[in-house]
C-alpha cells in the first residue's frame, strides 16, 4: 500500500466537488445534540482518547425546556443557568430589564438584552407566559399532573471480536439499555437508569449498572432543591469538584466560565463521575445560598492485595480507580465495586450588588488505600486514604466587564488558582482570558476545571479568546493557549510547555452557513525511543488542522452537511497525514412521520496520529464521536418513526470499512477482517 502524504491536487479537486456539488438541496434539523455543543463534544472525546460518550442524559434539561418552555417573566438565575447558553452577565441583565422595567411582552424584547444569534438559539427553550403557574399547584399534585417518559435501547456489533472467539469475555455481544423518568415541569424529577455494556455477563452481574434518583425543586421556602439517589456536583470552576461533562476549548471561545448549576439529578449511563447519597441547596437569606451534600458509593479499582484481604482484614491497596465502567473479562470484574469511597462537603454563596463570593469545601474517604505506582511522574499524586480541599469563588459584574475565579488547596499544602476575565469592547467585539496555575503538588479527586492536562496538577496556563462580528453575516472566532509543566508527565520525561492556536471563520445567511477552521497545536513529548535508556529526550509535536464545513437549508424538510477536513502529525522523526470528507443528510417526509439522518464519509489517513475526530447524529440522546483513520469509508442511517400515540421507535446502521487493513480494532476488541457494523433500537415512550 501506497504511503500517503499531502493530498494531491486532484484529490483535493475531487473532494471540494463532492462536497459542495449537492449543497442546493437541503433542510429538516433532526440533531441528537444542539449544534453549538458538536465542536465541544468532538474536542472532549479526542483529548481524552475515547470513541464514546456516556452522558447521555447530560442535555436532557434542555429537551425538558423544549416540553415546557421557561417563562422568562419569572426565570430563577438558576433556571437561567441550567440552560448553559447564557453568560452571568447576560442573565443579571435579563433579570435587571424585568426588576426595573417591567415584564416582558414578547420575546423579541430581549433583542436590547441579548444578541439576535444568541436569541434565535434561546427561542426554543422560552417563553413569556405559561398556561398555568406552577406555583399555583399544590406539592401533592406535582406527583400526579407531570409525564412519563421510557426508554429501551439494544445494540449490538455485527461481527465478532476477539474477546468473544477466544473467551476473554463473560456475556454476549449485546448492550442493553433502559431509562424512566417522571417529571412535573421544572419542579420534580425521579426515575431510573439500567445497562449493560457489551461483553458483560448477565447471568454473572444481571443488567451491570443501576441507577435511580428523586429531585425536588421549589417545594419549601428553605430547601430549593432535594436530592435522593444519584446526583452530580459543581463547585465553583472545579478545582475542588465536578461532575459530569466538563466544557473546556472548543469554538466556543467566549466559554472559558463554569456556571453549571451546582447541584442536578444524575441519569447518564457513565458508571464512575457521579455521587450517590443526599444533596440540597438551600435558601439561606435573600442574597445567600448554601449547597450541602453526602455520599457514599462503590468504585472500581485495581486492587494490589486481593489475597491478603480475601483471608484478612487488611485495607485494600488500590493502584489506580478505574473509569471505563466495563466489566467484560473477569479481571475486571474483579475490580469492581471494589473500593469505597465517602465523600460529603458543601459550599455557601452570597450575591452582593454587583459582587458574589463563594467558600467551599470536599472531603473524600477511602476504605482502602489509593497507591500510584511509584513512577517518577507520579511522585506527587495522592497517596493515602483521605483528602481534604477548600476553596474560595468569586464573580464581579461591571458594566461591559465580568471577572471570575476560584482559588483552591488541598491538605498536603498544595495550591491551585483559576481567574478570569470576560470583556464587551464593542457590541461586535468581545474578549475572553484566562490563567490558571495548579501547583506539582496540588491534590484533588474529582476536579474538572478549564486546562490543558487531564489532572489538575503541575500546570501553569494563559489562554485569549476573541469573538469578532464585523458585519451581520460573518462571525470571527479564534483563541491561543500558552502553558508550561514545571515536573513530568506521563509520556513526557522532563519539564515541557506547548502551545495551541484557533481560528474560526463563518458565514451564516438565512438559509446557508459555512465556516473555515484551522488548529495549530505544538507540545513538547517524548521523542521516539531508539535505545533502551529509561529516560526520552523531547521533541516537539505538532498536529495541525483545516476544516471546511457548509450547510444549505432550502426546505423545512431537507439539509445537506458538507465537510473536508485535513490533518497533519509530525513530531521530526515520524510524519503523517490525511483528510476525511464527509456528505450528511437530514431530512424529514412530508407524507409520512418518517425522518432520517444519514452519512457517507471517505477518509484516508497514515495512522492515528493523523486520526480525525467527528460528531455523528444518533438516535435520541445517544451520541457517538469517533477518530476516522487508516484509508476507508464510514456510512450510518438513523430513522426515527412515531409510533402509539406518543411514541417513537429510532434504528441506526452504520458500518467502518478500511481498505487498507484486514484487521479492524485493537487488543480484544480486534475484527477479523474490513467491515465493521453496529445496529443500535431504542423504543422511546411519553404517557
Given at each position: 500500500?501506497?504511503?500517503?502524504?499531502?493530498?494531491?491536487?486532484?484529490?483535493?479537486?475531487?473532494?471540494?466537488?463532492f462536497a459542495f456539488s449537492f449543497s442546493k438541496i437541503a433542510f429538516g434539523q433532526i440533531d441528537?445534540?444542539?449544534?453549538?455543543?458538536?465542536?465541544?463534544?468532538?474536542?472532549?472525546?479526542?483529548?481524552?482518547?475515547?470513541?464514546?460518550?456516556?452522558?447521555?442524559?447530560?442535555?436532557?434539561?434542555?429537551?425538558?425546556?423544549?416540553?415546557?418552555?421557561?417563562?422568562?417573566?419569572?426565570?430563577?438565575?438558576?433556571?437561567?443557568?441550567?440552560?448553559?447558553?447564557?453568560?452571568?452577565?447576560?442573565?443579571?441583565?435579563?433579570?435587571?430589564?424585568?426588576?426595573?422595567?417591567?415584564?416582558?411582552?414578547?420575546?423579541?424584547?430581549?433583542?436590547?438584552?441579548?444578541?439576535?444569534?444568541?436569541?434565535?438559539?434561546?427561542?426554543?427553550?422560552?417563553?413569556?407566559?405559561?398556561?398555568?403557574?406552577?406555583?399555583?399547584?399544590?406539592?401533592?399534585?406535582?406527583?400526579?399532573?407531570?409525564?412519563?417518559?421510557?426508554?429501551?435501547?439494544?445494540?449490538?456489533?455485527?461481527?465478532?471480536?476477539?474477546?468473544?472467539?477466544?473467551?476473554?469475555?463473560?456475556?454476549?455481544?449485546?448492550?442493553?439499555?433502559?431509562?424512566?423518568?417522571?417529571?412535573?415541569?421544572?419542579?420534580?424529577?425521579?426515575?431510573?437508569?439500567?445497562?449493560?455494556?457489551?461483553?458483560?455477563?448477565?447471568?454473572?452481574?444481571?443488567?451491570?449498572?443501576?441507577?435511580?434518583?428523586?429531585?425536588?425543586?421549589?417545594?419549601?421556602?428553605?430547601?430549593?432543591?432535594?436530592?435522593?439517589?444519584?446526583?452530580?456536583?459543581?463547585?465553583?470552576?472545579?478545582?475542588?469538584?465536578?461532575?459530569?461533562?466538563?466544557?473546556?476549548?472548543?469554538?466556543?471561545?467566549?466559554?472559558?466560565?463554569?456556571?453549571?448549576?451546582?447541584?442536578?439529578?444524575?441519569?447518564?449511563?457513565?458508571?464512575?463521575?457521579?455521587?450517590?447519597?443526599?444533596?440540597?441547596?438551600?435558601?439561606?437569606?435573600?442574597?445567600?445560598?448554601?449547597?450541602?451534600?453526602?455520599?457514599?458509593?462503590?468504585?472500581?479499582?485495581?486492587?494490589?492485595?486481593?489475597?491478603?484481604?480475601?483471608?484478612?482484614?487488611?485495607?485494600?491497596?488500590?493502584?489506580?480507580?478505574?473509569?471505563?465502567?466495563?466489566?467484560?473479562?473477569?479481571?475486571?470484574?474483579?475490580?469492581?465495586?471494589?473500593v469505597g469511597l465517602t465523600t460529603f462537603g458543601g459550599s455557601i454563596q452570597h450575591t452582593f450588588?454587583?459582587?458574589?463570593?463563594?467558600?467551599?469545601?470536599?472531603?473524600?474517604?477511602?476504605?482502602?488505600?489509593?497507591?500510584?505506582?511509584?513512577?517518577?511522574?507520579?511522585?506527587?499524586?495522592?497517596?493515602?486514604?483521605?483528602?481534604?480541599?477548600?476553596?474560595?469563588?468569586?464573580?464581579?459584574?461591571?458594566?461591559?466587564?465580568?471577572?471570575?475565579?476560584?482559588?483552591?488547596?488541598?491538605?498536603?499544602?498544595?495550591?491551585?488558582?483559576?481567574?478570569?476575565?470576560?470583556?464587551?469592547?464593542?457590541?461586535?467585539?468581545?474578549?475572553?482570558?484566562?490563567?490558571?496555575?495548579?501547583?506539582p503538588t496540588y491534590q484533588a479527586l474529582n476536579a474538572q476545571p478549564f486546562a490543558e492536562s487531564?489532572?489538575?496538577?503541575?500546570?501553569?496556563?494563559?489562554?485569549?479568546?476573541?469573538?469578532?462580528?464585523?458585519?451581520?453575516?460573518?462571525?470571527?472566532?479564534?483563541?491561543?493557549?500558552?502553558?508550561?509543566?514545571?515536573?513530568?508527565?506521563?509520556?513526557?520525561?522532563?519539564?515541557?510547555?506547548?502551545?495551541?492556536?484557533?481560528?474560526?471563520?463563518?458565514?451564516?445567511?438565512?438559509?446557508?452557513?459555512?465556516?473555515?477552521?484551522?488548529?495549530?497545536?505544538?507540545?513538547?513529548?517524548?521523542?521516539?525511543?531508539?535505545?533502551?535508556?529509561?529516560?526520552?529526550?523531547?521533541?516537539?509535536?505538532?498536529?495541525?488542522?483545516?476544516?471546511?464545513?457548509?450547510?444549505?437549508?432550502?426546505?423545512?424538510?431537507?439539509?445537506?452537511?458538507?465537510?473536508?477536513?485535513?490533518?497533519?502529525?509530525?513530531?521530526?522523526?515520524?510524519?503523517?497525514?490525511?483528510?476525511?470528507?464527509?456528505?450528511?443528510?437530514?431530512?424529514?417526509?412530508?407524507?409520512?412521520?418518517?425522518?432520517?439522518?444519514?452519512?457517507?464519509?471517505?477518509?484516508?489517513?497514515?495512522?492515528?496520529?493523523?486520526?480525525?475526530?467527528?460528531?455523528?447524529?444518533?438516535?435520541?440522546?445517544?451520541?457517538?464521536?469517533?477518530?476516522?483513520?487508516?484509508?476507508?469509508?464510514?456510512?450510518?442511517?438513523?430513522?426515527?418513526?412515531?409510533?402509539?400515540?406518543?411514541?417513537?421507535?429510532?434504528?441506526?446502521?452504520?458500518?467502518?470499512?478500511?481498505?487498507?487493513?484486514?484487521?479492524?480494532?485493537?487488543?480484544?476488541?480486534?475484527?477479523?477482517?474490513?467491515?465493521?457494523?453496529?445496529?443500535?433500537?431504542?423504543?422511546?415512550?411519553?404517557?
Amino acid at each position: 500500500m501506497r504511503q500517503l502524504k499531502h493530498p494531491s491536487v486532484k484529490t483535493l479537486f475531487l473532494t471540494l466537488f463532492f462536497a459542495f456539488s449537492f449543497s442546493k438541496i437541503a433542510f429538516g434539523q433532526i440533531d441528537s445534540l444542539i449544534y453549538s455543543y458538536q465542536d465541544a463534544l468532538e474536542n472532549t472525546v479526542a483529548a481524552n482518547g475515547e470513541g464514546s460518550f456516556d452522558y447521555d442524559a447530560e442535555f436532557q434539561y434542555l429537551q425538558d425546556y423544549i416540553r415546557k418552555p421557561l417563562n422568562i417573566n419569572k426565570a430563577t438565575t438558576a433556571e437561567l443557568e441550567k440552560l448553559r447558553l447564557l453568560s452571568d452577565k447576560q442573565i443579571k441583565a435579563i433579570i435587571h430589564h424585568r426588576t426595573h422595567y417591567g415584564k416582558y411582552m414578547d420575546l423579541l424584547e430581549l433583542q436590547t438584552t441579548l444578541p439576535l444569534p444568541l436569541l434565535r438559539k434561546l427561542l426554543p427553550f422560552i417563553m413569556v407566559e405559561g398556561n398555568f403557574d406552577d406555583f399555583q399547584i399544590p406539592v401533592r399534585d406535582w406527583f400526579r399532573l407531570g409525564k412519563n417518559e421510557a426508554f429501551i435501547r439494544y445494540e449490538r456489533r455485527l461481527e465478532r471480536a476477539k474477546g468473544y472467539k477466544q473467551g476473554n469475555y463473560l456475556g454476549d455481544a449485546n448492550r442493553l439499555y433502559g431509562r424512566y423518568r417522571y417529571t412535573f415541569g421544572n419542579r420534580l424529577s425521579y426515575g431510573f437508569t439500567l445497562e449493560k455494556d457489551a461483553g458483560e455477563s448477565f447471568k454473572k452481574t444481571g443488567l451491570d449498572f443501576y441507577s435511580a434518583h428523586f429531585q425536588i425543586t421549589d417545594a419549601h421556602k428553605l430547601f430549593k432543591i432535594i436530592i435522593l439517589g444519584d446526583y452530580s456536583i459543581s463547585l465553583g470552576q472545579g478545582l475542588i469538584h465536578q461532575n459530569g461533562f466538563a466544557l473546556n476549548k472548543s469554538a466556543l471561545v467566549l466559554s472559558i466560565e463554569k456556571d453549571v448549576p451546582p447541584v442536578h439529578f444524575y441519569a447518564s449511563a457513565n458508571e464512575a463521575n457521579f455521587l450517590r447519597g443526599i444533596a440540597t441547596r438551600l435558601k439561606i437569606g435573600q442574597n445567600t445560598e448554601g449547597v450541602i451534600f453526602a455520599s457514599h458509593r462503590r468504585r472500581d479499582g485495581n486492587v494490589l492485595n486481593r489475597f491478603a484481604i480475601d483471608t484478612t482484614d487488611a485495607d485494600a491497596v488500590v493502584s489506580a480507580l478505574q473509569f471505563s465502567g466495563l466489566h467484560r473479562t473477569q479481571t475486571e470484574l474483579d475490580d469492581k465495586n471494589s473500593v469505597g469511597l465517602t465523600t460529603f462537603g458543601g459550599s455557601i454563596q452570597h450575591t452582593f450588588r454587583r459582587f458574589s463570593l463563594g467558600f467551599n469545601a470536599v472531603f473524600n474517604q477511602f476504605n482502602g488505600i489509593l497507591q500510584p505506582p511509584q513512577k517518577p511522574y507520579n511522585q506527587t499524586a495522592f497517596n493515602g486514604k483521605q483528602l481534604l480541599n477548600f476553596s474560595t469563588n468569586y464573580k464581579k459584574t461591571y458594566k461591559n466587564s465580568h471577572v471570575f475565579g476560584e482559588t483552591a488547596v488541598s491538605d498536603n499544602g498544595g495550591f491551585a488558582s483559576l481567574n478570569g476575565l470576560l470583556l464587551g469592547l464593542d457590541k461586535r467585539l468581545f474578549v475572553s482570558v484566562l490563567h490558571r496555575y495548579f501547583s506539582p503538588t496540588y491534590q484533588a479527586l474529582n476536579a474538572q476545571p478549564f486546562a490543558e492536562s487531564n489532572r489538575t496538577q503541575d500546570e501553569n496556563g494563559v489562554y485569549a479568546g476573541v469573538e469578532f462580528k464585523p458585519f451581520r453575516p460573518l462571525s470571527i472566532e479564534c483563541y491561543a493557549d500558552f502553558w508550561t509543566y514545571k515536573w513530568l508527565k506521563f509520556g513526557i520525561d522532563a519539564p515541557s510547555n506547548g502551545r495551541e492556536f484557533f481560528a474560526k471563520i463563518t458565514y451564516k445567511r438565512r438559509n446557508t452557513e459555512g465556516y473555515i477552521q484551522v488548529k495549530n497545536k505544538l507540545k513538547e513529548e517524548n521523542s521516539t525511543r531508539l535505545d533502551t535508556s529509561k529516560v526520552n529526550n523531547l521533541s516537539t509535536k505538532i498536529r495541525q488542522q483545516i476544516r471546511l464545513h457548509y450547510n444549505h437549508k432550502i426546505s423545512k424538510n431537507l439539509e445537506l452537511r458538507n465537510r473536508i477536513e485535513w490533518s497533519m502529525y509530525n513530531n521530526q522523526t515520524d510524519k503523517s497525514a490525511g483528510f476525511m470528507i464527509y456528505q450528511d443528510l437530514i431530512y424529514r417526509f412530508k407524507k409520512y412521520p418518517l425522518s432520517i439522518t444519514s452519512r457517507f464519509a471517505l477518509f484516508d489517513t497514515k495512522d492515528y496520529n493523523s486520526a480525525i475526530y467527528a460528531y455523528e447524529n444518533d438516535v435520541f440522546h445517544s451520541f457517538t464521536v469517533l477518530p476516522y483513520y487508516f484509508r476507508g469509508s464510514r456510512f450510518y442511517l438513523n430513522l426515527s418513526y412515531p409510533i402509539l400515540k406518543n411514541g417513537y421507535l429510532d434504528l441506526r446502521f452504520a458500518r467502518t470499512y478500511l481498505a487498507n487493513k484486514e484487521q479492524i480494532g485493537s487488543g480484544l476488541e480486534t475484527i477479523d477482517g474490513r467491515r465493521r457494523t453496529d445496529i443500535k433500537c431504542q423504543l422511546r415512550v411519553g404517557f
